[in-house]
């Protein structure tokens, strides 16, 4: 199974906002820049601990570099101009505890969503949450999860159709 991600559809979005950036599949060479990223935008970027912080994130991202696409799904967002990585998501199968994994499936976790702070209010965040729904949504179903019908709000919480 092989995760694309695509650029949302949504209707209330603004055709400018559609066209902020471009999605892929993140790759090894843009580790460094997504560490930068996320500690910048997570941690401020103006500490004395900077260099440091970024290479424990460099080494994080690394050891958790998605070999198995089938389980893990990692984004980057590119601006159109230059190219330059603006956003990043990354969702993952988590395992359950030994004990349990007989019963239950791993279960997905979203982690690392990130836009750089001059790149935000332009729809980035909401497409890499998209892409990364469409794509999780492929990675839940090939880990033996199955779509549940939707609540109908109007009827008290009663499943819609039933």
């Given at each position: 199974m092989t995760i694309t991600p695509t650029a949302?559809?949504?209707v209330h979005q603004q055709p400018a906002l559609q066209q902020a950036c471009s999605l892929?599949?993140?790759e090894w060479?843009?580790?460094g820049p997504v560490s930068r990223l996320l500690v910048t935008e997570f941690y401020g970027g103006n500490s004395i601990w900077y260099p440091a912080q970024c290479l424990s994130e460099l080494n994080?991202?690394?050891m958790n570099f998605h070999f198995d696409r089938e389980r893990h799904l990692m984004l980057v967002a590119t601006e159109p101009a230059q190219?330059?990585?603006v956003g990043f998501v990354d969702i993952d199968a988590r395992d359950v505890p030994p004990a349990k994994r007989n019963e239950?499936?791993?279960r997905p976790y979203l982690s690392d969503l990130a836009v750089a702070k001059n790149q935000r209010r332009k729809g980035i965040g909401t497409q890499l949450v998209q892409a990364t729904n469409a794509g999780g949504l492929a990675l839940y179903e090939a880990m033996g999860y199955l779509q549940a019908r939707p609540i109908d709000e109007k009827l008290n919480g009663a499943r819609a159709g039933t």
């Open positions: 949302p559809a949504d892929r599949h993140a060479r843009d580790l994080r991202l690394q190219g330059g990585i239950y499936p791993p």
